[in-house]
């Protein structure tokens, strides 16, 4: 019984220091404010004939993640689009920092080591 509960204190307080680690970078209050910059973009960009939008940001993101940068993809973007694409491949880079940040925390369990997580992308 007190390994477990030993056991259930060292998981709280890993994920305590995760959610701390990714707060620190990306705030709620920015999370919150980069869903409604998605939410809009999105809505307007499809409403502007863009197809297969979230597939094309998931591409922009695994291109610049990949070594690319913002400004290259963004030229085969229409200018009027450019800005944005611009907010939502940021978001989705924010985002997909997190998640790894997530899923080395699962591994790190997993393999019952440390965490490494990854340093914060800035866009």
């Given at each position: ?17 995760l959610e ?30 863009v197809e ?48 790894r940040c ?22």
């Amino acid at each position: 019984m007190e390994k477990e509960l030993e056991q259930e204190f060292a998981e709280a307080e890993r994920i305590n220091f995760l959610e701390r680690y990714i707060y620190a970078y990306y705030p709620p209050q920015k999370q919150a404010q980069d869903e409604k910059w998605v939410s809009s973009f999105s809505t307007k960009l499809k409403a502007e004939g863009v197809e297969e939008l979230e597939a094309k940001v998931v591409q922009f993101v695994a291109r610049f993640l990949e070594g690319e940068t913002l400004d290259e993809i963004l030229k085969e973007i229409e200018i009027g689009q450019r800005e944005k694409f611009k907010k939502l491949i940021k978001v989705a880079i924010r985002t997909e920092w997190a998640e790894r940040c997530i899923n080395e925390y699962d591994l790190s369990i997993a393999e019952n080591r440390e965490s490494e997580y990854p340093d914060f992308i800035r866009v």
